[in-house]
């Protein structure tokens, strides 16, 4: 796909945005959690992750390299494994009290599911010569 590193890249900086906004909301702790606050709760700072390996994604993406891409896929999947993770973990009902899921944790698998597929569409120059 002629697009899909530069799409790739743009999928990477809005994942990044996206751990910044409220992931859910325990109404009854008045606590809003996000990537990078987890409010007094013991979830941790999920989103910095998320960030590390999507600024690792968008240089793969920007090297035009075999093995950079190669590389480039192994992080996407860890990607879309941890935004999976933080839904489980985030969403999970805890002694009667449930949060409420907010539209960053569905965008954070959705949009880690993108830069793997993008993962998997890059941009490669073949030679025509027989080696």
Known sequence: MKYSQPIGILLCLLLIYTTTQPLVVIESRNWTITGWDPAGSS??????????????????????????????????????????????????????????????????????AGILVMTFLPKIKVSSQPQ
Do not use: D, H
């Open 43 to 112: 979830f941790g700072q999920a989103g910095k992750f998320l960030s590390f390996f999507a600024v690792i994604s968008l240089a793969f993406f920007a090297l035009p390299f075999i093995w950079a891409k190669r590389f480039n896929m192994v992080f996407a999947a860890m990607l879309l494994a941890w935004s999976y993770r933080n839904f489980l973990i985030m969403s999970t009902c805890l002694m009667g009290e449930c949060p409420q899921k907010q539209w960053a944790l569905y965008a954070c698998i959705l949009i880690s």
